[in-house]
């Protein structure tokens, strides 16, 4: 909760400082298929795997925050997921760190990176995966594929996004959808799940959170 | 607010999940045995090479040797030797059986000393095994015999084990003869113990003799070995025709499988998904083998076996089901399981590091239900070389077998493992799994009494059986 205050604190006031900025030529990035973004998120994650007799399944509480930022066509994209067991007994605790990294395009973006993650009681304590997304833009849709996105949740997906709407469907069997329901120019709150089955492993995750859209600042600039 | 509405999910979860959790005071205030039915086998298990001394076989020359690192094979830098003495000592490892008050005993012959060449029988050692199946019965105790513990002549395995198609051959002919011999004294029979592990540490961990780190030999003796049950229970059918017992059936045929709770280790994707393949692979190939006749098993990127066995289908009267702990399992590319599995630091466990879960006996009884077969438990015992701690657990698994019936579960039998402490495979003599200790530097293999006994007791006159003093 508090990561969600201090979204809100920080987006509206890069929103203020940018209207405030009076005496200077107002900066007008070139068009790019992103904008800069950031978001925090909480939910709940229900995964396991069936079996014969049934399915072992655990609940965790998420929470997720996260977002990406041009620098001229380069950007930088990271996330932080925690998942907190809602049983004692069962399984661990784990934080993953999502650093990609790569260039944004009028139409087009691609980032690569890691997914760190880290989880105490485990063996071995960190493990480290790729992760990639691609988006491309076509008239009002924009086409996005990815691996191991969304901080290593979603193991593939190939989707749509049109205006504020975005469905994916998650390789091999599986679906995600987000949906932004604006609260100003530059805010909104985010819904956002994804369910698939993966073999006999299944995982399903509902979050619900903030998310803005801090102004770009000229390149170079220090402020 | 979020504090609270986290507690709120929390319980709600807690109250929707069919996971139990065994409160330890409910467990001990509850007299165990009365929940179960007449006719319940409760007894022991063991395993020729493990107790019985002096076998001459595949495990014994493993035994002997040693890692590229000059490591002997086994941990202890023991090897298997006299054992128990249960060889000659049967009659007194009976008398501790009526001491428990138990009413079955599961053990197994070995094919290595009933053949010790291809063209050679040992009538002797047969005649033993049939006197010992007759004495049991004479004291209410019913035998139920393995024919397949793990280990196997020295000319099958330097003829290629279980990788050869020649060995299928060679231990059909083994269980017809057993099966002849025995018949009139045998109606229960266990084939082969524990297929998954036996394939797993010999074959993908390289741990159990041959030793191979093989992803593909792994899954081709495991398809080897469920054929070897097929070929076995056809035998069974064939040559046992007493009905011993009266009920009406000559042969009560199953295996004994190994299960192990496999926890994801966190909610990560990868972590959830490598359990689910483990659980498929471990827990699911070999029953749902029996259930469908047909051998499915996948390693992907590795191997792919799909293969129908005749005979297979319909070839069990009951699963026998080996549990001790659970497994959290973490991926790991760098292993051929991809995965690694471990037991979190602070989690009660038995000397082996394995976490005691009873809870998991439950959850797998109740999953096997739906076979529609009977089950029984043919192993479950924990590594305790006080003696103080496994009367509790003892307690806790016998309460998962209650609740496990209260819902239904058609289980049969409790054996527990095991009666005597013996040579646990690669640990050596260190682990201590007996409910009667043993003195292996006596003359006489002293048997002694652990604090277990007068637990497995009451859960025997709780039953109705009347152990002796």
Same mark, same amino acid.
Request: hydrophobic share 40%; with cysteine.
């Given at each position: 909760m508090r990561s969600l205050l201090l979204l809100l604190v920080l987006s &509206?006031?890069?929103t203020a400082r940018a209207q405030d900025n009076t005496s200077a030529a107002p900066y007008v990035p070139p068009p790019r298929v992103l904008t800069n973004q950031i978001s925090s998120e909480l939910g709940l994650l229900v995964g396991g795997y069936s079996h014969s007799g049934g399915s072992w399944d655990d609940a965790y509480a998420s929470s997720l925050t996260g977002g990406h930022y041009l620098f001229n066509g380069f950007t930088v994209q990271a996330g932080v997921l925690s998942l907190t067991p809602l049983e004692g007994g069962g399984p661990n605790a784990s934080v993953s760190l999502s650093v990609r990294l790569g260039f944004t395009g009028e139409r087009w973006s691609v980032v690569a990176g890691p997914v760190i993650q880290a989880? #105490?009681?485990? &063996?071995?304590? @960190? &493990?480290?995966l790729p992760s990639v997304k691609a988006l491309y833009q076509l008239g009002a849709v924009t086409l996005d594929a990815g691996l191991l996105d969304k901080v290593g949740m979603v193991p593939a997906h190939v989707g749509a996004s049109y205006g504020r709407v975005g469905l994916a #469907? @998650?390789?091999?069997?599986?679906?995600r959808a987000h949906v932004r329901i604006p609260l100003s120019e530059r805010a909104g709150i985010q819904v956002d799940g994804f369910a698939f089955r993966l073999g006999s492993a299944h995982t399903a995750m509902l979050t619900v959170g903030l998310v803005g859209n801090p102004p770009s600042s000229r390149p170079g600039d220090a402020s | 607010m979020s504090r609270h509405l986290w507690m709120a999910l929390s319980l709600?979860?807690?109250?929707?999940? /069919?996971r139990p959790s065994f409160d330890p005071d409910v467990v001990k205030a509850t007299p165990l045995g009365k929940g179960l039915? +007449?006719?319940f086998m409760l007894g022991t298990s063991t395993a020729a090479h493990q107790v019985e001394g002096g076998n001459e076989n595949d495990w014994a020359v493993w035994e002997r040797g040693q890692w590229p690192d000059g490591r002997p094979h086994i941990k202890d830098g023991t090897v298997s030797g006299a054992a128990t003495d249960s060889w000659n000592r049967f009659d007194e490892d009976m008398r501790l059986m009526e001491k428990l008050g138990a009413n079955a005993y599961r053990f197994s012959v070995e094919w290595s000393r009933l053949q010790p060449t291809p063209d050679s029988w040992n009538t002797e050692a047969m005649a033993r095994y049939q006197s010992w199946a007759r004495a049991l019965r004479q004291r209410g105790i019913?035998?139920?015999v393995t024919l397949y513990h793990f280990t196997l002549p020295t000319w099958i395995m330097e003829a290629g084990g279980w990788e050869s198609p020649a060995t299928q051959e060679a231990f059909e002919a083994y269980v017809a003869r057993v099966a002849e011999a025995l018949g009139g004294e045998v109606d229960w029979w266990c084939t082969i113990n524990e297929p998954n592990v036996y394939a797993v540490l010999g074959y993908l961990d390289g741990e159990w003799p041959p030793g191979k780190k093989d992803t593909k030999a792994m899954a081709l003796v495991l398809s080897q070995l469920m054929e070897a049950h097929a070929r076995a229970a056809r035998q069974l059918r064939s040559k046992d025709t007493v009905?011993?017992?009266? /009920?009406?059936q000559a042969t009560r045929i199953g295996l004994a499988h190994h299960v192990r709770v496999f926890q994801p280790a966190s909610g990560s994707t990868v972590d959830t998904a490598v359990a689910g393949l483990t659980d498929t692979f471990f827990n699911e190939s070999v029953p749902e083998a029996i259930r469908t006749g047909r051998i499915r098993l996948s390693v992907p990127g590795q191997v792919s076996i799909d293969r129908e066995v005749a005979d297979l289908k319909g070839s069990i009267d009951y699963l026998g089901i080996n549990y001790y702990t659970r497994d959290y399992v973490r991926q790991y590319l760098?292993?051929? +399981?991809?995965s690694r599995q471990y037991v979190p630091r602070g989690r009660e466990k038995n000397d082996l590091g394995w976490e005691l879960f009873p809870e998991g006996l439950y959850l797998f009884l109740t999953r096997y239900a739906e076979l529609g077969l009977p089950l029984i438990v043919t192993e479950n015992g924990m590594a305790d070389h006080t003696g103080e701690r496994r009367p509790y657990f003892l307690q806790s698994h016998l309460y998962a077998v209650e609740q496990a019936r209260a819902q239904g579960a058609d289980v049969r039998g409790y054996f527990h493992w095991s009666l005597l402490d013996n040579f646990e495979w690669a640990e050596g003599y260190e682990p201590k799994f007996g409910l009667f200790s043993v003195d292996l530097s006596s003359p006489e293999k002293t048997r002694t009494e652990t604090p277990a006994v007068s637990t497995f007791q009451e859960i025997a006159r709780n039953l109705g059986l009347t152990p002796s003093p």
């Open positions: &509206t006031g890069l989880s #105490y009681p485990s &063996t071995p304590l @960190v &493990t480290v #469907y @998650v390789l091999p069997l599986g679906a | 709600l979860l807690a109250a929707c999940s /069919d039915p +007449a006719g019913t035998p139920l009905d011993v017992d009266g /009920d009406g760098g292993e051929p +399981a991809l």
